[in-house]
């Protein structure tokens, strides 16, 4: 049996990078984004207006000039116009290119207009006002979007900006999710008494739909010669296999034989952690098999602490480390890390977390309560209110 | 003008019920839950024996009996058993039903198995242990799930334990983003100097996609005729429009006029806040019109202070507050409340909020840097270190 951390750093030194791909930038929302976006021009691409109302040349409100003659219009999306007499002043529209010889905005709010003519009704104006200088914002060339980053709405709005109407993003690995265990039927059908639905492999293919990865599915019947038929085919189709059940030391958890027969090497089976513990990770060829042990919260709390971590490394971008406040005392002897479901509430700007009081790792409704897990260390057997300590988030 | 509380408020008045349709389970993720999700039958529903061993009649143990014959074999997803003979023993698999006449299991680590004989190594053994009591976890009729939540792999998960293939979601609404301005090209278009790409209306885009809301797009001209004639029948098609653009005070910012001349009832334009001001808000026949000024942040944060608590408000779950601790002193003169993008840190359990120094409205890189924006209340200039505030999340 080896502890959580030790566990975690053998799965991340078998991270694989992934390969990369174009996709339509619409497309790459929540991927991960290969290559460095920059700006190509200035940001604005020219010095633009940034109030609508009339654009001076501010040597003459210098001059004490205050009523100036409208020469032209200025409207947004139009080509720069030039204003020929420098004591006049041009009609501009937010979003416009400056005309040519003026230097200052001044808005609707600050003038009389009489149809031809505009007063300016300030006693002070500074030139250059309400104009959005040219590569003010960013200079073209510059980085805009860092590599390696998750592509949110805000991505998608510089990518749009400069023209990536294709961009490079990390490829996502093909997954198998396979379930095991002959006391289970399909979601549609009705249990008899001894039986139960299939849920571990749809909630494994809603968590790694948050990571982009279309997941495949299928379930095993406890048989040794079919786990071995089919396990083999997978191995050579997908980069990762994820299995639920069939880890523990019953007489039909055949997994881990099977497995070692096929040529994965096992790197560990047993992790110092509750719940989760039958953990059995193994590799074969670069490829990473999770086997996690059949309990939902096993399950669920094994695919974010390990399988989540190794896909982040793989592609490239770092998971957010979170750390919350425990709402109240908790006792726990096992020497053993306690992954503990948790509900999260902010106060004050500070992140409180409250156990819930589920019942042991096969309550699957008690995920639906919480938001995560709170990591309580091994080694440690009264956790004091107060005490901050590490967070796994599924919930927002 | 009116303050950014109100504006809320006036929205929210005006959100609309959504109607309710039928999907299947798996692609009900990020939807709302429109009906109590109930436990068809217990959980577990039998006893559920919880770890790998055998199990046993207390009574016996008590008398002092150590070697138990083994009688047979429970495995996962059999019918129950019965064992004849009270003071043999039943080898059963974590997931199986427990035997008939049995009310202990006791582990594989804790025995020696010698073929027919099991050998407890124990001088206690509690009675009913490592058993999963049917019931214990939920009974049925329970209410596992309450509508009104948004569901996540946690809840697809128990989705498909009670059998739920089809589950009743809020329906999304449809929704037409439209931008203007002249000055916009295509996003794979070279723009000339005075042009600059379409951003806006994509960033709308993904910003509804994490709502799970497929919006539809169109550009129109800065011509009045244009504007009415497509917006007249958007109006009809549509839920909500959402614009960018094209309500400021400028010469070609007909959009409020021609909202009003297809009988779109104005709520208020322009709202105490920077940035965001010029936002136009208006009903028709219950249906909203959320007109953004054209600026990259102030599209930006509106849509996220005004469009999600109005779809929220609609579907009916409640959007989590949120508030972060301000990390260095701000300083904000105008009489306005002011939405400042800052950088989220988790230190010790504490979410401290750091300003990305942008470049104003128009800066659409500085979304990229921030986590979200802090609220900052208007009436107050000096904001100091270690303040309080409002915190409107777009990453996390």
Same mark, same amino acid.
């Given at each position: 049996?080896?502890?959580?951390?030790?566990?975690?750093?053998?799965?991340?030194?078998?991270?694989?990078?992934?390969?990369?791909?174009? %996709?339509?930038?619409?497309?790459?929302?929540?991927? %991960?984004?290969?290559?460095?976006?920059?700006?190509?021009?200035?940001?604005?691409?020219?010095?633009?207006?940034?109030?609508?109302?009339?654009?001076?040349?501010?040597?003459?409100?210098?001059?004490?000039?205050?009523?100036?003659?409208?020469?032209?219009?200025?409207?947004?999306?139009?080509?720069?116009?030039?204003?020929?007499?420098?004591?006049?002043?041009?009609?501009?529209?937010?979003?416009?290119?400056?005309?040519?010889?003026?230097?200052?905005?001044?808005?609707?709010?600050?003038?009389?207009?009489?149809?031809?003519?505009?007063?300016?009704?300030?006693?002070?104006?500074?030139?250059?006002?309400?104009?959005?200088?040219?590569?003010?914002?960013?200079?073209?060339? &510059?980085?805009?979007?860092?590599?390696?980053?998750?592509?949110?709405?805000?991505?998608?709005?510089?990518?749009?900006?400069?023209?990536?109407?294709?961009?490079?993003?990390?490829?996502?690995?093909?997954?198998?999710? %396979?379930?095991?265990?002959?006391? @289970?039927?399909?979601?549609?059908?009705?249990?008899?008494?001894?039986?139960?639905?299939?849920?571990?492999?749809?909630?494994?293919?809603?968590?790694?739909?948050? $990571?982009?990865?279309?997941?495949?599915?299928?379930?095993?019947?406890?048989?040794?010669?079919?786990?071995?038929?089919?396990?083999?085919?997978?191995?050579?189709?997908?980069? &990762?296999? @994820?299995?639920?059940? &069939?880890?523990?030391?019953?007489?039909?958890?055949? @997994?881990?034989?099977? $497995?070692?027969?096929?040529?994965?090497?096992?790197?560990?089976?047993?992790?110092?952690?509750?719940?989760?513990?039958?953990?059995?990770?193994?590799?074969?060829?670069?490829?990473?098999?999770?086997?996690?042990?059949?309990?939902?919260?096993?399950?669920?709390?094994?695919?974010?602490?390990?399988?989540?971590?190794?896909?982040?490394?793989?592609?490239?971008?770092?998971?957010?480390?979170?750390?919350?406040?425990?709402?109240?005392?908790?006792?726990?002897?096992?020497?053993?890390?306690?992954?503990?479901?948790?509900?999260?509430?902010?106060?004050?700007?500070?992140?409180?977390?409250?156990?819930?009081?589920?019942?042991?790792?096969?309550? $699957?409704?008690?995920?639906?309560?919480?938001?995560?897990?709170?990591?309580?260390?091994?080694?440690?057997?009264?956790?004091?209110?107060?005490?901050?300590?590490?967070?796994?988030?599924?919930?927002?």
């Amino acid at each position: 049996m080896i502890t959580v951390e030790k566990a975690l750093q053998t799965i991340l030194e078998n991270a694989r990078g992934f390969e990369v791909e174009e %996709v339509p930038f619409l497309e790459s929302v929540g991927r %991960v984004l290969k290559e460095d976006i920059v700006a190509d021009r200035d940001f604005p691409p020219f010095n633009r207006v940034a109030m609508d109302g009339i654009a001076i040349n501010h040597r003459f409100f210098e001059y004490g000039v205050r009523d100036f003659k409208i020469e032209g219009v200025q409207p947004a999306g139009s080509p720069q116009e030039k204003m020929e007499n420098a004591a006049h002043c041009y009609e501009v529209m937010t979003g416009a290119v400056l005309p040519e010889n003026t230097d200052t905005v001044i808005r609707y709010e600050d003038l009389e207009i009489d149809t031809l003519m505009a007063k300016v009704v300030l006693d002070e104006v500074e030139q250059g006002k309400n104009i959005h200088k040219q590569g003010s914002d960013r200079q073209q060339g &510059a980085v805009l979007i860092p590599k390696n980053r998750i592509i949110t709405a805000a991505e998608i709005g510089v990518l749009a900006t400069v023209g990536k109407s294709m961009v490079t993003v990390s490829k996502v690995p093909k997954v198998m999710i %396979v379930s095991t265990g002959d006391e @289970l039927v399909e979601v549609d059908q009705i249990p008899e008494a001894h039986q139960i639905r299939r849920s571990n492999a749809f909630t494994l293919v809603s968590l790694l739909e948050k $990571l982009q990865i279309k997941a495949e599915t299928s379930h095993i019947t406890d048989d040794k010669e079919q786990l071995k038929e089919k396990i083999g085919e997978y191995l050579k189709k997908y980069d &990762a296999l @994820l299995f639920s059940g &069939a880890v523990s030391k019953g007489k039909f958890d055949f @997994l881990p034989e099977v $497995l070692e027969e096929l040529g994965v090497e096992k790197l560990f089976h047993r992790v110092a952690q509750r719940p989760g513990k039958p953990f059995w990770y193994g590799i074969a060829e670069g490829k990473s098999v999770f086997a996690f042990p059949g309990n939902p919260v096993s399950t669920y709390v094994n695919c974010l602490a390990y399988f989540y971590p190794w896909f982040a490394k793989s592609a490239g971008f770092e998971l957010k480390e979170e750390t919350v406040i425990l709402g109240e005392d908790v006792a726990f002897k096992p020497n053993l890390t306690y992954f503990l479901q948790v509900k999260i509430e902010i106060r004050y700007g500070h992140l409180v977390a409250t156990p819930i009081r589920g019942n042991g790792s096969g309550d $699957l409704a008690s995920l639906t309560q919480a938001d995560g897990f709170i990591q309580l260390p091994q080694g440690q057997t009264e956790f004091k209110k107060g005490e901050t300590h590490s967070f796994i988030r599924y919930r927002y």
